[in-house]
């Protein structure tokens, strides 16, 4: 089981979660952080042997991409066509994971999605997501591979989607975030368990995944 976090959204904390991780989740410079900030966690994660994938997300810095944005089909082609475009001339590629209101779309819009994986085929990209939801749907229609997610940081509704961020006990601690992870390493319906990297709790969340995650 890998462990992977989102990095590259300048939340203070990369060069000690890539010590924790598998791979890497890398913001391309759009909806947080900057191509220069892009490139020198990418390096970093080089550095220390991680795959590493693309996580592009919505061009809304003052919502930190995670308000939704109406886009038609091509214009969301082309906003991921371009920030996976960018992460490709740093470094090699294994993944592709959108961000925020871009993940949530690509998990329950069936066209968002089919964009979504009909532009990680066209680059030899897996993408990541949840499984059980649109995305998975869209990968029966375009088969190959793809990374089932899990979050260790992040409380589930019944039907097997992420609670909305501002609802009480959306967001785990260390102690719940690797209970979390005990549950989905036992469900045995995923491939990588995913942590956020932004937040003031992050890394002692990460460690408390990554020691569930030894210990298994």
């Not at 038609?72 to 066509?81: G, H, K, N, Q, T």
């Amino acid at each position: 089981m890998r462990l992977c976090a989102d990095l590259g959204e300048e939340g203070g904390h990369d060069s000690d979660l890539i010590e924790l991780l598998d791979c890497a989740s890398v913001g391309c410079g759009v909806h947080a952080g900057s191509p220069r900030e892009t490139e020198r966690v990418v390096a970093l994660c080089r550095r220390a042997g991680l795959e590493i994938g693309a996580h592009p997300g919505f061009d809304d810095r003052e919502g930190f991409g995670r308000r939704p944005v109406d886009l038609e089909p091509a214009a969301l082609e082309d906003l991921l066509e371009t920030q996976l475009g960018f992460l490709l001339t740093l470094t090699e590629l294994g993944f592709v994971k959108p961000h925020g209101a871009l993940y949530h779309q690509c998990q329950n819009d069936p066209e968002a999605a089919e964009v979504l994986v009909r532009v990680a085929r066209r680059h030899g990209l897996a993408p990541m997501g949840q499984p059980g939801l649109e995305l998975e749907a869209a990968i029966r229609r375009l088969p190959g591979s793809w990374l089932r997610e899990g979050y260790a940081d992040r409380a589930y509704d019944g039907a097997g989607r992420l609670r909305p961020r501002l609802e009480p006990g959306a967001l785990l601690g260390p102690q719940a975030a690797a209970d979390q992870t005990r549950r989905l390493l036992n469900s045995g319906a995923i491939d990588v368990i995913c942590v956020h990297g932004d937040g003031a709790g992050a890394l002692e969340t990460a460690r408390a995944v990554a020691r569930e995650l030894r210990h298994t």
